[in-house]
């Protein structure tokens, strides 16, 4: 498969978050693999893709949030592959006006709107909706679901000598890439879930089942950085961000790494990893989540 992403840019960067930072963290940035099919959304879809093609499938249905980073990146993919694609969104249609929603459509993808009450149902089952035809692949919120996890699990591959690390530290949605990720961790690693999602166990649960029972107990998910909520961003978090350029000249988006590196800070901070640690941290991309704030809130 010729591959519309290049994961050889994907670098491990060593990162200082303070001066006293007694705990080495290499930050694998995956947001540099594609414009746009940013970060971890490749490695989620790629198997979901190969599916697609090896069942001779004719198009691509899926389903997002109106700024969703998965709708951007399936529509991109998609095309690269030669695919028509369309999208359940759980928005009113006026969003199509929003620059996430239009980017999407200029690679070709038509856009489904139903109230946020059905698009609950809808995410995750995408034959209910009626907007399924036979021959097009049905792809879930996020690619969650076993080709998310197992293409999330390859994220792994891309870092030479993964073994040393002792802790993974990433962001979560839906879980699915850090499921992948305890796929591929072997049983002395840790995986260390921040979630951009407000106050649930439901993130844990998603992604303990989502694993074979060996590979639960090596996660752990932290509820306690979400900022608010899902999406939310007060100027607390968008100072931090920009402090976070000037001190490291990396860019993070609102909703998932800035969230994850700040967790980290505050973790490395109190702590929480013993010495001897070595830290893997993910980048997982989704900076076009951006350009829904005003040109002046970031700096990058
Ligand atoms: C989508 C996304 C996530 C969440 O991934 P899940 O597999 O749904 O948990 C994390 N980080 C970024 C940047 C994303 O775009």
């Known amino acids: 498969m010729n591959l519309p992403v290049r994961t050889e840019l994907a670098v491990l960067q060593p990162i200082e978050l303070y001066e006293a930072q007694a705990v080495p963290v290499d930050l694998l940035r995956l947001?540099?693999?594609?414009?746009?099919?940013?970060?971890?959304?490749?490695?989620?879809?790629?198997?979901?893709?190969?599916?697609?093609?090896?069942?001779?499938?004719?198009?691509?249905?899926?389903?997002?949030?109106?700024?969703?980073?998965?709708?951007?990146?399936?529509?991109?993919?998609?095309?690269?592959?030669?695919?028509?694609?369309?999208?359940?969104?759980?928005?009113?249609?006026?969003?199509?006006?929003?620059?996430?929603?239009?980017?999407?459509?200029?690679?070709?993808?038509?856009?489904?709107?139903?109230?946020?009450?059905?698009?609950?149902?809808?995410?995750?089952?995408?034959?209910?909706?009626?907007?399924?035809?036979?021959?097009?692949?049905?792809?879930?919120?996020?690619?969650?679901?076993?080709?998310?996890?197992?293409?999330?699990?390859?994220?792994?591959d891309l870092v030479p000598q993964r073994d040393e690390y002792t802790h993974i530290v990433c962001a979560a949605g839906t879980g699915t890439m850090a499921a992948g990720l305890a796929v591929a961790a072997t049983p002395r690693q840790k995986v260390i879930v921040i979630s951009s999602l407000k106050g649930e166990d439901k993130l844990s649960?998603?992604?303990?089942?989502?694993?074979?029972?060996?590979?639960?107990?090596?996660?752990?998910?932290?509820?306690?950085?979400?900022?608010?909520?899902?999406?939310?961003?007060p100027q607390s978090l968008l100072d931090y961000m920009n402090q976070l350029y000037r001190l490291t000249e990396i860019p993070t988006d609102i909703v998932y790494t800035s969230k994850m590196i700040y967790a980290l800070e505050d973790l490395l901070k109190n702590h929480y990893f013993p010495p001897g640690s070595k830290i893997l941290a993910i980048h997982s991309g989704g900076l076009q989540g951006n350009r829904s704030l005003p040109a002046a809130a970031l700096i990058f």
Not at 81 to 96: D, K, N, R, V
């Open 31 to 156: 947001d540099l693999i594609h414009p746009v099919i940013s970060g971890n959304k490749w490695f989620k879809l790629s198997k979901w893709l190969e599916k697609a093609q090896r069942e001779g499938k004719k198009g691509i249905l899926t389903a997002g949030g109106p700024y969703s980073n998965h709708i951007v990146a399936t529509a991109c993919a998609a095309a690269e592959f030669g695919l028509p694609s369309a999208a359940i969104i759980g928005a009113e249609p006026t969003a199509a006006g929003n620059s996430t929603l239009r980017e999407a459509a200029a690679y070709g993808m038509v856009f489904h709107f139903v109230p946020r009450s059905v698009y609950r149902q809808y995410k995750t089952d995408l034959a209910a909706s009626g907007f399924l035809a036979d021959d097009w692949l049905g792809i879930p919120e996020g690619g969650q679901g076993p080709e998310g996890v197992a293409g999330a699990a390859s994220i792994a």
């Open 205 to 233: 649960t998603a992604i303990r089942q989502s694993l074979p029972p060996e590979k639960r107990e090596n996660i752990s998910v932290h509820t306690g950085y979400h900022f608010g909520g899902y999406a939310k961003h």
